[in-house]
């Protein structure tokens, strides 16, 4: 698959997102190795603290239908510019996808593309525990 159908994924994942007090809408779309891919919204509630990032919805998607190799998640958003992952969903994302491409897409479709570890250098892991 290439980057550009999975940053179309994501913006299909951004139009069912439900930013309801924000209105800030991101999608996220994550691939796994052998080719299926699995979307997430941003969803928020009213205990704002509840609320849940798209990364982070496709991730746990896909690890709870047994997914655990992946090759890239694609993010896109309302900015006009980049939307990178908040600090959560780099530590979600180093820890349960490992050092994946990060697609950003921006408003005109343009794509950037990152390594996990470039945006969280020196991750704490399941090494630092033992």
């Keep these: 698959m290439d980057e550009k159908t999975l940053a179309q994924k994501a913006i299909e994942a951004k139009e069912k997102s439900l930013p309801t007090y924000s209105n800030f809408h991101v999608?996220?779309?994550?691939?796994?190795?052998?080719?299926?891919?699995?979307?997430?919204?941003?969803?928020?509630?009213?205990?704002?603290?509840?609320?849940?990032?798209?990364?982070?919805?496709?991730?746990?998607?896909?690890?709870?239908?047994?997914?655990?190799?992946?090759?890239?998640?694609?993010?896109?958003?309302?900015?006009?510019?980049?939307?990178?992952?908040?600090?959560?969903?780099?530590?979600?994302?180093?820890?349960l996808c490992g050092d994946i491409d990060i697609i950003l897409v921006d408003q005109q479709k343009n794509i950037q593309k990152h390594k996990m570890s470039e945006l969280l250098p020196l991750a704490f892991s399941e090494k630092d525990l033992k």
């Design 27 to 95: 999608g996220a779309a994550l691939l796994t190795e052998d080719g299926k891919i699995y979307q997430g919204g941003n969803i928020e509630v009213s205990s704002y603290g509840l609320t849940i990032c798209a990364e982070r919805t496709a991730v746990f998607k896909a690890i709870s239908e047994g997914e655990r190799k992946f090759k890239a998640i694609a993010i896109a958003s309302d900015l006009q510019g980049f939307c990178s992952p908040c600090g959560a969903c780099r530590q979600v994302i180093s820890d």
